[in-house]
């Protein structure tokens, strides 16, 4: 004889049962109508059945309506995540030149001509300088001086001011050589506005240079002995500067200007067969960097 599980051989439980019934009535439920249960309520059991599919019916009414308009996924594209433009600001420093300060309705106008102003270079012990000097006013045209220096390509700035009306000159002591000076007097009001402003005057101060010696030059056509071209010889003194390393020749005729003889210390005269025709030569003495530091004026020569 087989035996069999206690689960397969016992009968279902009531509440297995219940589980059940309740589980096809509400598949029947959701198949039919409430209005056919309404029908069925004179059958026997059908007044509960009825009574339950009402509540039921009402419990599904209650729920809301899903649409499948309503399942559609909402906007879920991620928004612009680009990063915003984040390049630094030009933060470079704007043109910070400094401006004109010269009103422009103070140039010189035939009302109001433009003041008497002069400046020359000078030298002194301690190197070159340079004086301005302008006209003397009254006090009823003005009441103060103010000068103004640029040097070479530099702005300018003011040196001199005053408000006596005596002193209408200055000198300029900062001066170097190998620049050029700039310089330019205001005569001013008595609230310290400009009336009128002079032109510009302009001082160049030349560099430093070594001085140079004078040296004794001759130069004359010697007597013609043959048919050949005439000879022009020439003979100049020697420098005493130590400074002399050689001598030059130089000759300039119709065609231009050139070097026709070099040599040492002792090289202190020199031939050279010409055309004729008229020449100038000149001699000059170099030291060890080349700069002429010793030099004759030029003697002519008229070649037959």
């Given amino acids: 004889m087989l035996r069999t599980s206690s689960a397969v051989g016992r009968a279902p439980r009531p509440r297995t049962r219940l589980l059940a019934a309740g589980v096809t009535l509400a598949a029947a439920l959701v198949a039919t109508p409430v209005a056919a249960l309404a029908s069925s309520a004179s059958s026997p059991g059908g007044a509960a059945v009825a009574a339950a599919g009402a509540r039921v019916g009402e419990v599904v009414r209650a729920r809301p309506v899903v649409t499948p308009s309503d399942l559609r996924p909402t906007d879920t594209r991620p928004t612009d995540l680009r990063p915003t433009d984040t390049r630094p600001t030009d933060t470079r420093p704007t043109d910070t030149k400094p401006t004109e300060t010269q009103p422009t309705d103070t140039r010189p106008t035939p009302d109001r001509p433009s003041p008497r102003f002069a400046c020359e270079a000078y030298r002194t012990d301690a190197g070159p300088a340079i004086a301005c000097k302008w006209a003397q006013v009254g006090e009823d045209r003005a009441a103060g001086y103010r000068l103004w220096r640029a040097v070479d390509d530099q702005a300018r700035r003011v040196v001199f001011e005053t408000r006596d009306l005596t002193e209408h000159g200055y000198r300029d002591l900062d001066v170097k050589p190998g620049h050029t000076f700039h310089y330019a007097v205001q005569y001013l009001a008595a609230d310290g506005s400009v009336i009128v402003t002079s032109e510009a005057v302009r001082i160049r101060i030349p560099g430093d240079r070594p001085e140079v010696e004078a040296l004794r030059l001759a130069c ?9 071209a005439p000879v022009v010889a020439c003979k100049w003194s020697a420098a005493s500067t130590e400074r002399v390393v050689g001598y030059q020749l130089i000759r300039k005729d119709a065609e231009g200007r050139e070097v026709v ?3 040492g210390r002792d ?3 020199h031939r050279e067969k010409v055309r004729p025709g008229r020449y100038a030569y000149r001699v000059v003495g170099v030291d060890a960097e080349g700069r002429v530091v010793a030099a004759s004026d030029a003697a002519a020569v008229h070649v037959g």
């Fill in 261 to 263: 003889a070099r040599g």
């Fill in 267 to 269: 090289f202190t005269s």
């Fill in 220 to 228: 004359e056509q010697l007597p013609r002995e043959t048919a050949d």
